[in-house]
């Protein structure tokens, strides 16, 4: 595993954005109609438009913006909203006042022990509080065993084999579980979205935003990443071919967590 985490490129992750805000939205359309939060919290905010998107809508409310990415922060600051932005690691995060919402999209699936994670995050949520949490299930998908695999077999297995893949998620019953002693409203579903993306190589070009980016980073001879992408590419567009239409299909899960503190 490298020392330091690689760099997040927001042009890539970018690429995408209509496909990856979907679920983002999806999930803010469940948050209790009643909620009247004054203290908002978007952990791994990314490039910002859901945190500015909650500013809009909770006006009064003051919200802040944490993640650990100056690159992706810069793109947030650019948009001028009235958000306190905040470089920081969510895994030793804790807010200065109790938080009326916490938004956490596409962010916790990084982190370790979910259960502890989980009961902290309730924890730091005023009475009537609601933590809205969004996970890819990308652990258990087809690109990522293949991204997996490929990893493992070439010349670069060895230097690869400390990388630290995105792990499982918990059931959709041990999150309840968790969180049942904090929160008395929880609602947990599963959503699998299919994304009809397009141009050259596009589950690569999708995963290069994300999953590949600590496998990348740990490869440091350019020939070797070079050969690494080209046989997971091959691999991937064997796995999902191009449809007559030049649309490439891609099934993605997700998880979603809307939990309501007592």
Same mark, same amino acid.
């Given at each position: 595993?490298? $020392?330091?985490?690689?760099?997040?490129?927001?042009?890539?992750?970018?690429?995408?954005?209509?496909?990856?805000?979907?679920?983002?939205?999806?999930?803010?359309?469940?948050?209790?109609?009643?909620? $009247?939060?004054?203290?908002?919290? $978007?952990?791994?905010?990314?490039?910002?438009?859901?945190?500015?998107?909650?500013?809009?809508?909770?006006?009064?409310?003051?919200?802040?913006?944490?993640?650990?990415?100056?690159?992706?922060?810069?793109?947030?600051?650019?948009?001028?909203?009235?958000?306190?932005?905040?470089?920081? $690691?969510?895994?030793?995060?804790?807010?200065?006042?109790?938080?009326?919402?916490?938004?956490?999209?596409?962010?916790?699936?990084?982190?370790?022990?979910?259960?502890?994670?989980?009961?902290?995050?309730?924890?730091?949520?005023?009475?009537?509080?609601?933590?809205?949490?969004?996970?890819?299930?990308?652990?258990?998908?087809?690109?990522?065993?293949?991204?997996?695999?490929?990893?493992?077999?070439?010349?670069?297995?060895? *230097?690869?084999?400390?990388?630290?893949?995105?792990?499982?998620?918990?059931?959709?019953?041990?999150?309840?579980?968790?969180?049942?002693?904090?929160?008395?409203?929880?609602?947990?579903?599963?959503? *699998?979205?299919?994304?009809?993306?397009?141009?050259?190589?596009?589950?690569?070009?999708?995963?290069?935003? *994300?999953?590949?980016?600590?496998?990348?980073?740990?490869?440091?001879?350019?020939?070797?990443?070079?050969?690494?992408?080209?046989?997971?590419?091959?691999?991937?567009?064997?796995?999902?071919?191009?449809?007559?239409?030049?649309?490439?299909?891609?099934?993605?899960?997700?998880?979603?967590?809307?939990?309501?503190?007592?």
């Amino acid at each position: 595993m490298t $020392d330091a985490p690689p760099a997040w490129d927001p042009r890539q992750y970018s690429r995408f954005q209509a496909e990856r805000d979907r679920a983002a939205l999806d999930l803010l359309l469940r948050l209790p109609g009643d909620l $009247d939060p004054r203290e908002i919290w $978007d952990l791994g905010c990314g490039a910002g438009q859901h945190a500015a998107m909650l500013k809009r809508r909770h006006p009064a409310a003051t919200v802040h913006g944490l993640d650990s990415s100056a690159e992706m922060l810069a793109q947030a600051r650019a948009l001028g909203a009235d958000v306190d932005w905040r470089q920081g $690691d969510i895994a030793t995060w804790s807010p200065e006042a109790p938080a009326d919402l916490i938004l956490a999209n596409a962010s916790l699936h990084w982190l370790p022990d979910h259960p502890a994670l989980a009961r902290r995050l309730a924890e730091t949520l005023a009475p009537g509080g609601v933590l809205a949490i969004q996970m890819p299930m990308a652990h258990e998908t087809r690109h990522h065993m293949l991204l997996r695999a490929v990893a493992a077999e070439g010349p670069w297995a060895a *230097t690869l084999a400390g990388v630290e893949a995105i792990a499982p998620l918990l059931s959709p019953e041990a999150y309840y579980e968790v969180l049942s002693g904090t929160c008395g409203e929880i609602d947990v579903w599963t959503t *699998t979205y299919l994304h009809a993306l397009t141009g050259p190589d596009p589950v690569l070009e999708w995963m290069k935003g *994300t999953a590949l980016r600590p496998f990348l980073a740990a490869l440091g001879d350019p020939a070797m990443r070079e050969a690494f992408v080209s046989a997971l590419g091959a691999r991937l567009s064997e796995a999902f071919p191009s449809r007559p239409d030049r649309v490439t299909l891609l099934p993605f899960p997700r998880l979603f967590l809307v939990a309501r503190r007592r």
